[in-house]
């Protein structure tokens, strides 16, 4: 790798941050950031910034978290990069005014040229959390960019180096005014929150998650949460492919060792299959670390001793069996790929949030009681996996909700960049990525126009009140319901008289298809050969 200096940490001054906000709300009064040339020039800015300090983003993430150069391309620098190309694809399609007509406006209104203008939320302050401290900061950047918005970003400090970095590149590249990065903790989050933001952006846990929220509140200000859960990984009797289902489910642990929100916190897995998904789940640790996971150079390190040790109690006070993996080493913050047999929904490697290449798997008799389960430890999951039939897979997600789904492999619903992501219930309020992105930083205006010389035919709105014309008019304009008081559909004549001219077709193209093959029946019978 080649060889960067990173700057040490330094926290932004308390008394700097109003003035970064003030800034950063001026520059959004001045209108240039709804300018979509410029928007275009700040994300290709972005990019070529992320390809420029890719050695230091390589560094920092290795020395903040161990994670090898093939992750932090993957998942974090080349990601963004293709965020970039895909907002600069898109952004012209999705910043135009949509222009609605029937059946969103009913045809009595569609003189009055109503469309939905694409404005920017104003200034959004974007929280950090520390697993992938790169992509999920400047993912919500790139919308932000692209919607029209000035931005103050906050990483987590506990990826300082990745910080440093971030704060280097995004204000030496970006245009300054408009985007800026406040490094710190508490205090400075604190300090941050203190000010007025049009929408606040937070990944992180759901504790935090709560305090941001709470305090956003207070000045009704919007806020996106993006936070964790006990994730369901599902494995049924007719699970098509145990083998690979134990293989999959250990990529999702092991990636960023395991400190993924949406990877696996507990496998819910019929009784009889649990020794040879055991079996398999260790053939699988063998082919991904043939020399061992600590040996290898792949598998990431935990971030910090507080958060080594939180995943270290839970292996030491589970009343369950470890059955894979178990050694930790303090020296290195190394937890090793560890898969823990449970009994009880009260274990703590159930009941706490494992965010580490640490899970249970716990043996259940039937879909039933797995769906139970799965209902006691989190209602509201940020993603939940599937290993069954279609039909059984099917039932799961009808039965039991998540942020995202995925069947019959790890989170794949959250590994690609271009499609919306979010938590449901406590797991998070709101989604990014492709175009949600751009809807989550944008204002969708509704704005009518109405001409001057429809007003005689919109006057029966105007004082003094007329009943007459009120009835006449709904007489002209409302829908009858096809349904009775009992929710019923009812045929009435107008369905029966439809259905005969329409020769049993649904809708007029239907009626028009069949009226067509009638013709063209006519027209060959009327000219059949040897008539
Ligand atoms: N849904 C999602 O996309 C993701 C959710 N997460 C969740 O985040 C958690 C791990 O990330 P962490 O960085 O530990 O989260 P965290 O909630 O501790 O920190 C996130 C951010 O909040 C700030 N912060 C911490 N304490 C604060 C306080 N008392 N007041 C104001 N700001 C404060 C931190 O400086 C940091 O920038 C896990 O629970 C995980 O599930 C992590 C990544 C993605
Ligand atoms: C199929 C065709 C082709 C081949 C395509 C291939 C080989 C595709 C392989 C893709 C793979 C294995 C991609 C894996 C990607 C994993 C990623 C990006 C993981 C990302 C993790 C993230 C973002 C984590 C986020 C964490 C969060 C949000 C959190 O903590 O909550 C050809 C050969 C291209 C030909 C056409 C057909």
New binding site residues.
Partial sequence: MAQVTIAPFEATALDAIPKIAGTARGTFRTHKTKNLAWRKVQLRKLYWALHDYEPQLLAALQEDLRKSAFEALLSEVGWLKKDCMFMLDHLDAWAKDEKLRAPHVPAMYSIMNFRIRKEPVGTVLI??????PVQ?LLAPLVGAIGAGCTAVL?????TPRCAMVIKDMIESRLDRDAFAVVNG??PE??AL?GEKWDKIF????????S??ARKAAETLTPVVL????KNPAFITKSCPNLALAARRLMWGKTMNAGQI??SQNYVLIDKDLVETFVVHLKQAYKDMFPRGAKQSPDLARIVNLRHFHRLKNMLDNTRGRIVMGGEVDESELYIEPTAVLVSSVDDPMMAE?S?GPIFSIYPVHSLDEALNVAHLVHRTP?SLMAFGSKKENERILNEMTSGGATLNDAYFHGAVNTVP?G?VGD??WGAYRGKASFDCFTHFRTVAETPGWADPLLAVRYMPFDMGRLRLLGRLTDKKPDFDRNGRVVKGLGYWVALVLGLGGKGVKGALLRWAVVALAHYLYKNRVGK
């Fill in positions: 929280i950090g959390p520390y697993n992938y999920l906050k990483p987590s400090e506990l903790a508490v989050t604190n929150m937070f990944t992180g846990s759901a504790g935090v998650g305090i941001i993006e936070l964790g859960g929100c949406m949030e965010f940020l992501f938590g797991s998070g």
